[in-house]
């Protein structure tokens, strides 16, 4: 009867809380857990938040119940009858203003790392008195006391960790994320037979109904149901493109293998689902349908047969010089009213030229003989045999001597330079539905140099067409492989660059909001396939169009283990990358022919560089965010 009494008095008390708008002191955790919510932004997975407010008028601080209010201006302006619109509302209470009325901030729970970290907006410009205060208020009303700890997300943030180092602790996004377990990498949901793969030999016996936990990032991405890998991804490397491309659940878990509640399930058919925050898994009895996708129908013209100039190129060209080179004369016109530059010494070689090749070289028949042959094409073994003929057959052809010399004279007219990025430039890639990042390749031609000669590059880009991994991809698409055709996008190489990385323009991590996700490192350190360990920046950034609140405000994810703790972008370079990115944006929303509800949910994914001499802002490619 005691126990009973004691168990009822516990779940009356937390229904009380739960009811409740706000505390004024957090004694216990059972109470955060009653108040807690999700954050706005899952730039971290597996995290609860509360809201957090201190009112210099009444002197109180105030901690929110998520289930009541989402936003801070609602608990104000409902709860504390603060009658000022939500601009007024931020203007005042996000600013270094001494006439500020309130203190906000959000109490996050990382139960990876068993911390309380205090979050306050990037945009927040309090200063190091009203940090002080704001912390003190809350420490004292709470039971984790000196627990808690400050996030250093904005350069702001940086400015007042270094002011107040001794008086408060704060922690740095980097030591964060390193210390996660989790992380969402496409968000859907599946059946599968589950497996756990422990070495690459294992990979290559995979099936399409499989739904497989592995142990590092492969190059390629295995036709299956389903992904838990124990690397973390960036939002941009090619896992997560080609995850978001076919619409299946990836996740990763950095200790699955070491987790033996999930060994249960190998070799069982599961419903497998990825959200935000975690992941679920659960025994099904039967496997449910396939998701089927929507076959993409490309175009082709093989009637263009000059080498095309830049300023020549428009939205229509993508059907004889391919989508990469189209979008890239695209970002040629806008850059001339921007503060932002393309490679120069750039020109397309049209499909003409690869048709003309595969025809003088006589790999059209073995290309064909392949499509006919259903036997070939359902044994994989035999299939990469057979693709591997087609890229002999390519590269041991002889080119026409009259396009390597248009070539040749074309290139020396630019006596600046001496090394050329040759670029594949499909009709089956950088398109909406269908990326292709990663499937196709990029040579260099030095004209110094005769081993990296303009003939052996030309074959080497147009094999590559028909590698293993591309036909395959293309196949999971529903793509007729007669209609593929590789043209060549031409520019100047970068020897040497400052600055790499990669943009989405739009918040990935906070739905139909403001804000541009960046991943950039310092040198050529790749930021979609880097070493093991190397952690780049990743920072939400907003243009000057974004509004007074959110301008120069840069939110920060981690930071780059290769620049000692620094963002390897000054505040300046950020604020015009952000700029650039929504001249973009406007215009390819603008001129799209796809129809998105919203400007936020349009993104486009921009590869971008900085000279290594000048720091000049230099914009290499743009293609759709397929999401």
Not at 481 to 496: K, T
Request: proline letters at 4%; one cysteine or more.
């Amino acid at each position: 009867m005691k126990y009973l009494y004691s168990l009822y008095f516990l779940l009356l008390i937390g229904c009380q809380t739960h009811s409740q708008k706000c505390l004024n002191e957090l004694s216990s955790k059972e109470s955060f857990s009653l108040f807690a919510g999700s954050p706005l932004s899952s730039k971290y997975g597996n995290v609860s938040s509360i809201k957090v407010v201190y009112d210099s008028k009444s002197q109180k601080i105030f901690f929110v119940n998520s289930q009541f209010y989402k936003y801070h201006y609602e608990f104000c302006n409902q709860y504390l009858w603060d009658d000022i619109t939500l601009e007024e509302f931020n203007i005042e209470n996000y600013s270094n203003l001494a006439t500020r009325r309130y203190l906000l901030g959000n109490i996050n729970y990382y139960p990876a790392l068993s911390k309380y970290v205090l979050e306050i907006s990037p945009s927040d410009l309090m200063d190091s008195k009203q940090m002080e205060l704001f912390y003190n208020e809350i420490t004292s009303h709470c039971y984790f006391e000196k627990q808690l700890t400050v996030l250093v997300n904005s350069p702001h943030t940086e400015k007042l960790n270094h002011e107040l180092n001794s008086k408060i602790s704060f922690i740095l996004p980097s030591e964060i994320y390193k210390n996660l377990t989790f992380q969402a990498i496409s968000c859907s949901e599946t059946s599968g037979v589950l497996k756990f793969i422990n070495c690459d030999e294992d990979l290559k016996k995979v099936k399409a109904e499989d739904i497989i936990v592995i142990t590092k990032t492969p190059l390629f991405l295995p036709f299956v149901r389903g992904i838990i890998v124990t690397e973390f991804q960036t939002p941009l490397s090619h896992l997560s493109i080609l995850g978001q491309n076919r619409k299946i659940p990836i996740c990763a878990s950095k200790n699955i293998f070491k987790n033996p509640f999930f060994k249960q399930f190998e070799n069982e058919i599961i419903h497998f689902s990825v959200d935000l925050d975690t992941f679920y898994i659960e025994k099904m009895l039967k496997l449910a349908p396939k998701n089927n996708l929507k076959p993409i129908q490309l175009q082709k013209n093989l009637t263009v047969t000059k080498l095309v100039e830049i300023h020549e190129i428009d939205k229509n060209a993508s059907s004889f010089i391919g989508n990469k080179a189209t979008n890239f004369g695209i970002l040629a016109k806008l850059s001339k009213n921007s503060n932002f530059k393309v490679p120069e010494a750039g020109f397309a070689i049209p499909f003409y030229y690869y048709n003309q090749h595969i025809i003088q070289s006589k790999t059209i028949g073995l290309i064909e003989q392949l499509l006919k042959d259903s036997t070939i094409l359902n044994n994989p073994d035999s299939l990469q045999n057979a693709l591997k003929l087609i890229r002999n057959s390519i590269i041991e052809g002889k080119v026409d001597p009259y396009l390597l010399n248009l070539i040749d004279q074309k290139l020396k007219k630019t006596p600046l330079y001496k090394t050329f990025r040759f670029r594949s430039s499909t009709n089956a890639e950088d398109a909406n539905g269908f990326s292709g990042a990663g499937l196709y390749d990029s040579k260099t031609v030095d004209l110094d140099n005769p081993e990296k000669s303009i003939e052996n590059a030309l074959k080497k880009v147009w094999a590559s067409l028909w590698s293993f991994e591309a036909f395959m991809e293309r196949s999971y698409f529903g793509i007729n492989q007669e209609d593929v055709y590789m043209g060549i996008l031409v520019h100047r190489s970068f020897p040497n660059e400052a600055v790499n990385g990669v943009a989405i323009t739009k918040n990935i991590y906070r739905k139909n909001y403001l804000g541009f996700v960046v991943n950039a490192q310092k040198g050529d350190e790749s930021v979609v396939q880097p070493k093991p360990g190397i952690i780049c920046d990743q920072f939400i950034c907003f243009p000057d169009n974004a509004g007074e609140f959110y301008s120069k405000s840069t939110d920060i994810i981690t930071y780059s283990n290769l620049n000692q703790g620094k963002l390897v972008m000054s505040s300046t370079e950020i604020q015009n990358l952000a700029n650039q990115l929504e001249i973009i944006k406007s215009y390819f929303y603008t001129n799209s022919k796809i129809i998105f509800k919203r400007y936020y949910d349009f993104g486009l994914d921009i590869e971008f560089k900085l000279d290594e001499n000048t720091r000049e802002l230099y914009i290499k490619q743009v293609r759709f965010y397929n999401n």
